[in-house]
């Protein structure tokens, strides 16, 4: 057998025994190879660097300081992760203990709402495949229209749905809808009925933080946001989540709500929402939220846990 080929066989070996969790045995039969060749291939496979198993230290939590934002904020989880000596690092240490906390969610779950953005994009990435036919992706508020990103709504529930062979519904409308006529009538179209019925029923959202810069980065949204958002003054927003936006006391700024989708009021019912924030830098988006009670659970380091302290002074 010629090296190519050989190193397509190894690979394939490895795949049905680490990924697909075969055993030897059918792995044997579909080679046609004997269990100890299969064991040998293995054994190669590892030792040519073809396959690399690495085991990653569980990432400490600064127990002390999630129950001072316990007792603060009255928020059921708070999870903040002890800093390492790399932001980078912290970041990815963020992002590998959230999958690993979400992923462990979803399984008591029937339905679960989705946003957009890079974190939720990442954290789908580091999800373990399973198979769960009775489980549903959702979007719950329409598309935000950040074009040309794999990041997008849209992408992201198909995304999900693959990782647990799972089913996924649309909201094919965009995030805010001017007209309120129009966005009221919109609830009751066939196309977007299956999206909402499902939303109505989440037992999970999860999201990460967004700031000003989630809307001005949306031409459309930017351009028309006296009218989308009235008496809204931009420099008090703290945060955006939902496609909400808010001021750092945690108070929503959108009395008159053109978003499309589930309700403010009907999302402070789902029984779990998780938020994530990797970034310092959304320290006072946190703040508000946690002042505001829009999150049941947050995922977070010791670097924002401490500026969102700093923020409070």
Same mark, same amino acid.
């Given at each position: 057998?010629?090296?190519?080929?050989?190193? =397509?066989?190894?690979? %394939?070996?490895?795949?049905?025994?680490?990924? $697909?969790?075969?055993?030897?045995?059918?792995?044997?039969?579909?080679?046609?190879?004997?269990?100890?060749?299969?064991?040998?291939?293995?054994?190669?496979?590892?030792? $040519? @660097?073809?396959?690399?198993? $690495?085991?990653?230290?569980?990432?400490? +939590?600064?127990?002390?300081?999630?129950?001072?934002?316990?007792?603060?904020?009255?928020?059921?989880?708070?999870?903040?992760?002890?800093? $390492?000596?790399?932001?980078?690092?912290?970041?990815?240490?963020?992002?590998?203990?959230?999958a690993a906390e979400i992923q462990e969610l979803i399984?008591?779950?029937?339905?679960?709402?989705?946003?957009? @953005?890079?974190?939720?994009?990442?954290?789908?990435?580091?999800?373990?495949?399973?198979?769960? =036919?009775?489980?549903?992706?959702?979007?719950?508020?329409?598309?935000?229209?950040? &074009?040309?990103?794999?990041?997008?709504?849209?992408? /992201?529930?198909?995304?999900?749905?693959?990782?647990?062979?799972?089913?996924?519904?649309? &909201?094919?409308?965009? &995030?805010?809808?001017n007209n309120d006529e129009i966005r009221e009538a /919109?609830?009751?179209?066939?196309?977007?009925?299956?999206?909402? *019925?499902?939303?109505?029923?989440?037992?999970?959202?999860?999201?990460?933080? @967004?700031?000003?810069?989630?809307?001005?980065?949306?031409?459309?949204?930017?351009?028309?946001? *006296?009218? /989308?958002?009235?008496?809204?003054?931009?420099?008090?927003?703290? %945060?955006?989540?939902?496609? +909400?936006?808010?001021?750092?006391?945690?108070?929503? /700024?959108?009395?008159?709500?053109?978003?499309?989708?589930?309700?403010?009021?009907?999302?402070?019912?789902?029984?779990?929402?998780? @938020?994530?924030?990797?970034?310092?830098?959304?320290? +006072?988006?946190?703040? %508000?939220?946690? +002042? %505001?009670?829009?999150?049941?659970?947050?995922?977070?380091?010791?670097?924002?846990?401490?500026?969102?302290? &700093?923020?409070?002074?």
């Open positions: 057998m010629d090296d190519v080929k050989h190193r =397509e066989q190894l690979a %394939g070996i490895a795949q049905d025994y680490y990924l $697909s969790k075969l055993p030897i045995t059918d792995i044997s039969e579909k080679y046609h190879l004997s269990r100890y060749l299969i064991s040998k291939s293995l054994d190669e496979a590892l030792a $040519s @660097g073809l396959v690399k198993i $690495s085991i990653d230290t569980p990432v400490s +939590r600064n127990v002390e300081m999630e129950l001072a934002f316990k007792q603060k904020f009255n928020i059921r989880n708070m999870m903040i992760l002890k800093d $390492s000596d790399s932001p980078d690092k912290d970041s990815a240490n963020v992002i590998d203990f959230a399984r008591h779950c029937h339905v679960v709402g989705m946003t957009w @953005g890079d974190t939720v994009w990442n954290i789908i990435d580091r999800f373990q495949t399973e198979v769960r =036919e009775n489980l549903i992706f959702t979007q719950f508020v329409g598309e935000n229209l950040k &074009l040309n990103t794999a990041a997008s709504t849209v992408p /992201l529930v198909q995304k999900a749905a693959a990782k647990f062979d799972a089913q996924y519904v649309t &909201l094919p409308a965009p &995030l805010y809808v /919109l609830r009751s179209e066939p196309a977007l009925v299956p999206a909402l *019925s499902s939303a109505a029923r989440m037992d999970m959202v999860f999201a990460g933080i @967004g700031t000003l810069a989630s809307i001005n980065t949306i031409p459309v949204w930017k351009q028309h946001f *006296s009218n /989308l958002f009235e008496n809204v003054d931009d420099q008090q927003i703290a %945060g955006v989540l939902f496609g +909400r936006p808010y001021d750092v006391d945690g108070n929503l /700024l959108n009395n008159h709500d053109k978003t499309m989708g589930v309700s403010m009021d009907e999302l402070l019912t789902v029984p779990r929402r998780v @938020g994530i924030v990797k970034s310092k830098f959304k320290s +006072r988006a946190l703040l %508000g939220a946690l +002042r %505001g009670g829009f999150l049941t659970d947050v995922i977070t380091n010791e670097a924002v846990a401490n500026r969102v302290l &700093l923020e409070m002074d």
